[in-house]
């Protein structure tokens, strides 16, 4: 079993900045793709961004691009989420997810943490 803890989450203004980490407990990370996801009030969970197991891969949703960036560090069994530029819009609760081979659907990802908010103020 692999747990997910994410924190970063926050109030911040329109253009501003946040990082999100997920730290993982249980199982080392080093064999697992890293995916974070999104859920708006009353919408579904939409993918953001993934990382493969060695980083040698990202995929990203096309909203994001340009401003957020996923990273991870095995040896610290954490994977993060750099925000940049942030709008209205990204206001969600901010979710990661661990799979094997996993990369941009929900279905793909078995363990998944409890969700961190992040509330963009225009």
């Known amino acids: 079993q692999v747990q997910l803890v994410e924190s970063g989450g926050g109030l911040v203004q329109a253009g501003g900045s946040l990082r999100l980490s997920c730290a993982a407990s249980?199982?080392?990370?080093?064999?697992?793709?890293m995916g974070w996801f999104r859920q708006a009030p009353g919408k579904e969970r939409e993918f953001v961004q993934a990382i493969t197991w060695n980083g040698d891969r990202i995929y990203y949703a096309d909203s994001v691009k340009g401003r957020f960036t996923i990273s991870r560090d095995n040896a610290k069994n954490t994977v993060y989420l750099q925000m940049n530029s942030l709008k209205s819009e990204d206001t969600a609760v901010y979710y990661c997810?661990?799979?094997?081979?996993?990369?941009?659907?929900?279905?793909?990802?078995?363990?998944w943490g409890q969700g961190t908010q992040v509330t963009v103020s225009s």
């Open positions: 249980g199982r080392s990370l080093s064999n697992y793709a």
């Open positions: 997810a661990a799979g094997r081979g996993a990369r941009w659907g929900k279905d793909e990802y078995n363990y």
